[in-house]
């Protein structure tokens, strides 16, 4: 039962461009979005979050988009840059609970230049 | 800086071989995690601990155990590893219902 979902493995852009990255969830219960990028052979870094009491958290290049009807989010990234180039998984939790976050499986964003 | 490190960052081992991996965190954090990632199927949740002693089963355990003697380190051990356990294995650390934190993960390859 897979509770968060990114259904695009993969996204090609070009530099200069916004990258639109998506993730659905299926858990009424979450409340407490994250997106964390990863490179190959590093851990995961987070990227920028937001809270169910808010549809838009904004932190320099990235904007992440919560629609708590639709349960669905998005990250954007604008412009993208050769850098943005890695793995993107978004993660949700419920802020009561166990504390542990559930994942999706990932896009890669590759950012052409 | 907050800070999550890990014992290894490659390792090899044979099959049924028992495989310890380490993880310390420098940010007093209650919660720690162990994941395992795999190529289409994400960060899959092995175990966690939400406090010294305490340990909960994630989505996938199996063949898996941990420790948490102190609130710091948080330990997974494979008891007998296999061919199915090669991946990448990452530890985080997360207090209540703030960010989490990775460490950057051991490449552990069963042979």
């Known amino acids: 039962d897979q509770q968060v979902k990114q259904n695009s493995p993969s996204l090609s852009v070009q530099e200069g461009r916004i990258s639109i990255l998506n993730c659905d969830y299926t858990?009424?219960?979450?409340?407490?979005f994250l997106w964390y990028k990863k490179y190959p052979a590093e851990g995961p870094t987070f990227l920028i979050s937001?809270?169910?009491?808010?549809d838009k958290n904004e932190d320099g290049r990235f904007t992440v988009f919560l629609n708590k009807s639709a349960k669905h989010l998005s990250l954007h990234i604008v412009p993208s840059q050769p850098g943005d180039s890695a793995v993107y998984f978004c993660?949700?939790?419920?802020?009561?609970?166990?504390?542990?976050?559930?994942f999706g499986q990932g896009t890669r964003l590759t950012i052409n230049p | 800086d907050v800070k999550v490190t890990q014992s290894s960052r490659y390792l090899v081992k044979r099959t049924g071989e028992k495989v310890f991996l380490e993880c310390v965190q420098d940010m007093d954090h209650e919660n720690m995690f162990w994941y395992r990632q795999d190529p289409g199927l994400g960060l899959r949740l092995i175990y966690f601990?939400?406090?010294?002693?305490?340990?909960e089963k994630g989505d996938i355990p199996e063949g898996y155990s941990v420790s948490r003697e102190k609130k710091e380190r948080f330990s997974l051990i494979l008891e007998s590893a296999s061919t199915n356990q090669t991946s990448m294995y990452l530890c985080?650390?997360?207090?209540?219902?703030?960010?989490?934190?990775f460490g950057p993960g051991t490449r552990l390859l069963v042979l």
């Open positions: 993660a949700a939790s419920a802020l009561m609970g166990a504390q542990k976050l559930v």
């Open positions: 985080a650390s997360r207090r209540a219902v703030e960010t989490q934190y």
């Open positions: 937001i809270s169910s009491i808010k």
């Open positions: 601990s939400y406090d010294v002693k305490m340990k």
């Open positions: 858990n009424s219960m979450f409340d407490y």
